[in-house]
């Protein structure tokens, strides 16, 4: 937590201002968690695992269709909506999502969620439950993944159905080793907690 300090203060400082719990679309929380994410995040993006997840994940996902998606986007709300996890268990089962949460934890509690996404906007993997399978027709995908490479997006602060908290998410593309783009990344940042 005290290596984490320093970037944490820098959030209060800058994130909340006086009197207006909602932001008021200010954006002043961009800047601080542009800075989080830029030194916690990103020298992990191109882990070799990771990079390999989405790669395996891209040629499994290479011939759906719409329908198929909206299919698995299906399966998967109902699955949160009645407690049975038969697809969500398998994502949250990965050795990657377990990834994702050591990182979650890493940071006592200012990120809440890390969802990975693939090509298709499909989860990859995650650190928690999330509310829906299918990111693709979010903007913490199209505005990462769909923005190309060098995208980075950080969404206005919002109540999150997962998490049930007011957050933003940070978004960023993630490329391979040739850089060729081949997934996305979400944290979504508690700004009640900074």
Known sequence: MRKFLPHILSLLMFALPAGNPAFAGEGRHVAPIRAFVESNVRPWLADPAIIAALKVQNAAHARLLPGDIEALDTEWRTEVADGHYKLINKLLSDPISAMLLAKQGQFSGAVTEIILMDAYGLNAAQSSVTSDYWQGDEQKFQKSFGDGKDAFFISDPEKDLSTQMLQSHACL??????????????VGIDLNFL
Do not use: F, Q
């Open 173 to 186: 593309t993630i490329v391979d080793e040739t850089g060729t783009p081949i997934g996305a990344i979400a």
